[in-house]
């Protein structure tokens, strides 16, 4: 645990270091050229990403710092798990994951494309990258499609489509509802493959709708640059190969939809 917590005070003080230099350098720019950053904290009761359980009865803490000019953008994201699930002949870390996003957006009339790279660097297993390219439409319910390619190590394509509507309260508060479903098609039989309901490989390589995602988000703004955000999710199978597929995944072989939620304290500028 203390390896871990050193960790962690070494990616924050490379997201405070970051955060300084831009609130130095953005005083001396035109406003057009500025550089735009988001540091934020998410502490959650779970850590569920595609439909993977990736923690069980723990709270998880995700920093995260993006920084953004001119439609490019990098992040650094990070996962602290403060009581990894143990089991037989697993030791897991704390510190589980670190991640880095490069990409770019731009905006064609009320179309949003956007491309980029994800590192994924993992612990106890082999990191990933993937590639991405996202559509958006700014239009009702701002519908979305965003197509994941992994070009190392777990070969598969992911297919995201998403939408979403925010509802102004107050000046300050807002309710943000988005929703998601994905496809999942694999190119490795060993790495994703297709689980029968007895939770065995059917040698057959996994093909089919995977996960659905429903969250809804309380953004309030308590200062200039400062957010406080409680949210809830809730995250079930597409499909019945989805949902052997999940229990498969999941930490006790059992369960395939999952409810979690928690805060995220940002400061953007």
């Known amino acids: 645990m203390r390896k871990d917590l050193h960790y962690l005070k070494r990616f924050l003080a490379v997201i405070v270091g970051l955060v300084l230099s831009i609130v130095i350098i953005l005083p001396a720019m035109a406003e057009e050229d500025r550089p735009s950053a988001d540091l934020s904290v998410s502490i959650l009761s779970d850590y569920i990403w595609r439909g993977q ?3 069980r009865d723990s709270i998880v803490i995700q920093p995260s710092m993006t ?4 439609g490019f953008s990098a992040n650094l994201w990070g996962n602290l798990d403060t009581d990894p699930y143990v089991s037989a002949g697993n030791s897991p870390a704390n510190w589980n994951e670190t991640d880095l996003t490069l990409s770019y957006g731009r905006d064609f009339g ?3 494309i956007s491309g980029g790279y994800i590192y994924y660097g993992l612990d106890g297993v082999d990191d990933s990258q993937e590639v991405f390219l ?16 992994e070009i190392d190590s777990y070969m598969h394509w992911y297919f995201l489509l998403g939408i979403s509507h925010s509802f ?3 000046e300050a508060v807002s309710l943000d509802l988005v929703a998601s479903a994905s496809y999942l098609k694999s190119e490795d039989v060993d790495e994703y493959p297709e689980i029968n309901d007895q939770g065995v490989a059917t040698g057959a390589k996994f093909n089919n709708f995977h996960d659905g995602v429903i969250s809804a988000s309380l ?10 955000t409680p949210s809830l999710s809730y995250t079930f199978p597409l499909s019945s190969d989805a949902s052997d597929e999940m229990k498969y995944r999941s930490k006790t072989g059992e369960d ?14």
């Not at 920084?67 to 001119?70: F, R």
């Not at 953004?219 to 406080?228: L, N």
């Not at 395939?256 to 500028?269: E, P």
């Open 67 to 70: 920084v953004g000019y001119k």
């Open 256 to 269: 395939d939809n999952f409810v979690y939620g928690g805060v995220t304290l940002s400061l953007a500028f």
């Open 110 to 112: 009320p179309l949003n």
């Open 134 to 149: 996202s559509l958006g439409v700014d239009t009702l319910l701002s519908p979305s499609l965003t197509v994941y390619k």
């Open 219 to 228: 953004p309030i703004s308590v200062a200039k640059y400062v957010t406080i």
């Open 53 to 55: 359980e990736l923690s």
């Open 168 to 170: 102004k309260i107050t």
